[in-house]
């Protein structure tokens, strides 16, 4: 069975292997739908000692972890999973994921103080993630709840007198507060967690989920303190400017914090959006034209990196981007991201061909026999009458797949984005942040490309080759079954080569009816 993008040069696939309605929303998690049981199917947990893979046509095939153990030393710089319930134990050793508790743990330092900024938040959940010694420490919840959701909120923060409440401004139709990030101070410094799982039980259960996390951040001097730092990748300056983007004073003590903390020791650099209509320097600030600014700056050289090295993106959500490719997608936003470094100070680079482009978005089937079955979809919006107004999009889509890592029954609510060599053994760069596919997320051009319009709130960090420790021209791709590498390695969430859509294959829409049993024996009737 032959994959559509098996035609397409410079792809790395595998090919011949088998709002709220969503208006440019960035994610809206639904209520479970009334589901009806099969009586033909079981509703056993899935074994421990080994995971499935069900490929396009529904076969399924049992997938063995190796006998040898991992190896040694993180996988990637800071770069985790999330762990998953239900899959073999090797892959979710603790230098590939981690859980919320492992990142909230006293061995990460003696928390004093916290701050936690998210989309969905079930605050007595949370709450029982902490240590039961720290469950008093003050703790600042960002959010962007309105109505009914601000009151739920209230309650559930009431019986906590260490905790408070900040909302997040949402002037702009459809935005969204969906930056995922901890700020947790310790008596020895201070560490920054950027992620993509929203703050309830579901989403660090059995979902494929990201996870950056920081060194510890050791205090300055006063005198160092009261100098501005422009050294190592500018992510203290870009994620001071992210907090004062919010207003307010809320977190002006983090901000004053932050200005007390050496973060130089940041090898990656930040990439966020907030809500507004930006002009002039303000325009790469933010955004996807902040990622064309930073790659075009500090990213490689279209002499290591030409128009063969195919864009990958991959997301939980997609908006509303337009009757044709042109419109957006093919345009501004994969511009962006195609931009290559400079080859000497001064000199842009001029693009002769955009690269292809590639994502990855669940399958219906992916969907179906996934852990959680269809309950999985909840949580991966991609509204029909979106669908049905950009039909050009699925010639661009591949399955999610991740044997590599354990996860391809894992459904992802992890949204990463990357440049992958022709041969898919090297990265040029790696993206995780919590923006999906969507205008809100990543800004949009307006006023004769004079306005850089976001509607929400995103936060991500960029791993680029030349910003680690010891600066290579790029990453190697790195699976669980890896070994050890002389180059940087980022360990890849999902399969690469990718494998290409069929001719039968759906994306997963999640207002549509699905009749066949799931892997729990149940039915999607929303």
């Not at 951040?217 to 050294?231: G, I, N, V, W």
């Not at 509204?383 to 797949?401: E, G, S, V």
């Not at 039968?504 to 049993?517: G, N, Q, R, T």
Request: hydrophobic share 35%; glycine share 6%; aromatic share 8%.
């Amino acid at each position: 069975m032959e994959s559509r993008l098996a035609e397409r040069p410079g792809q790395c696939s595998s090919g011949s292997t088998p709002d709220r309605d969503n208006k440019d929303t960035a994610e809206i998690e639904m209520q479970p739908p009334v589901t009806k049981k099969a009586k033909t199917e079981s509703t056993s947990m899935p074994s421990t000692s080994a995971s499935t893979s069900t490929s396009s046509d529904g076969t399924t095939a049992e997938i063995k972890p190796p006998a040898s153990s991992p190896a040694s030393g993180v996988s990637s710089p800071l770069f985790y999973l999330t762990k998953v319930r239900g899959i073999p134990d090797y892959y979710n050793n603790p230098n590939m994921a981690t859980g919320i508790k492992d990142i909230l743990s006293p061995s990460m330092g003696e928390l004093v103080a916290s701050a936690q900024f998210n989309y969905m938040f079930d605050i007595p959940w949370l709450m029982q993630q902490y240590p039961e010694s720290k469950r008093n420490m003050p703790l600042l919840i960002v959010h962007g709840e309105q109505r009914e959701g601000l009151i739920r909120l209230k309650t559930e923060a009431k019986p906590f007198p260490n905790i408070k409440l900040f909302q997040a401004k949402l002037e702009i139709m459809f935005g969204t507060h969906h930056s995922k990030m901890m700020l947790i101070a310790y008596k020895e410094g201070m560490r920054v967690v950027i992620h993509t799982a929203n703050l309830i039980a579901k989403d660090w259960d059995q979902k494929t989920q990201g996870v950056w996390i920081s060194p510890v951040f050791h205090q300055l001097t006063s005198a160092a303190a009261s100098q501005t730092s422009a050294e190592g990748t500018g992510f203290k300056q870009d994620l001071l400017d992210y907090l004062q983007a919010y207003g307010g004073t809320a977190l002006n003590e983090w901000k004053q914090r932050l200005k007390e903390h050496d973060l130089s020791s940041a090898r990656v650099r930040l990439i966020a959006s907030v809500p507004g209509a930006h002009t002039g320097a303000n325009m790469h600030k933010w955004g996807h034209l902040k990622l064309r600014k930073v790659l075009l700056q500090h990213g490689p050289p279209s002499s290591s990196v030409d128009e063969h090295w195919p864009v990958v993106g991959q997301f939980s959500s997609i908006g509303s981007l337009g009757p044709s490719s042109q419109q957006w997608l093919s345009s501004e936003w994969l511009l962006s991201l195609s931009t290559n470094g400079r080859k000497e100070a001064g000199a842009a680079v001029t693009m002769r061909k955009y690269p292809n482009l590639q994502l990855v978005f669940p399958t219906v089937e992916n969907v179906r026999n996934s852990l959680e079955g269809y309950m999985a979809g909840g949580s991966i919006p991609y509204a029909l009458k979106t669908a049905q107004k950009q039909p050009y999009l699925n010639d661009y889509l591949c399955h999610w797949k991740a044997d590599s890592t354990g996860r391809s029954r894992a459904a992802p609510h992890i949204k990463t984005y990357m440049r992958v060599s022709p041969d898919c053994s090297k990265l040029a760069w790696f993206l995780v942040t919590s923006a999906n596919l969507s205008k809100a997320a990543w800004g949009a051009l307006e006023k004769k490309g004079t306005q850089l319009k976001i509607r929400s709130y995103e936060i991500g960090v960029l791993y680029l080759p030349s910003d680690q420790e010891t600066p290579g021209s790029s990453f190697a791709v790195k699976s669980a079954l890896s070994g050890e590498s002389t180059e940087p390695q980022i360990l890849a969430p999902f399969d690469i080569p990718l494998t290409g859509y069929a001719k039968e294959d759906k994306p997963w829409i999640w207002d549509a009816k699905y009749f066949k049993p799931d892997s729990k024996g149940n039915m999607w009737t929303p």
